[in-house]
C-alpha cells in the first residue's frame, strides 16, 4: 500500500522483516487468517498475515490532574 498515513492510522505494527507471516498471495482462499501486521518494502507497505492477532503492548493514556494550589508569596489580597 502506498498510503503511509492509512497505514499508521490502522494501528498494526509495521514490521521491517516479514517474520513467519504470509501475505495475501500465500494465503488466498484459506479462510483462517487474519491481517496482523505491516511489512515496510522499499517504499511501500504489503499487508502480512497470520492465524492469531499479534498482542499489542498497552500504554496507559490517562492523565491525573493536579489541582495548583494557590501560592501567596507574602502578598495581601
Request: net charge negative; no cysteine; aromatic share 10%.
Amino acid at each position: 500500500m502506498d498510503n503511509e498515513l492509512e497505514v499508521l492510522a490502522s494501528e498494526l505494527p509495521i514490521f521491517n522483516d516479514k517474520h513467519d507471516y504470509k501475505y495475501l498471495s500465500e494465503i488466498a482462499g484459506k479462510g483462517n487468517y487474519i491481517q496482523v501486521a505491516w511489512h515496510k518494502k522499499d517504499h511501500e507497505y504489503l499487508a502480512l498475515y497470520g492465524t492469531q492477532a499479534i498482542k499489542l503492548p498497552q500504554i496507559d493514556n490517562s492523565v491525573d490532574f493536579i489541582e495548583q494550589q494557590e501560592v501567596n508569596h507574602g502578598k495581601q489580597s
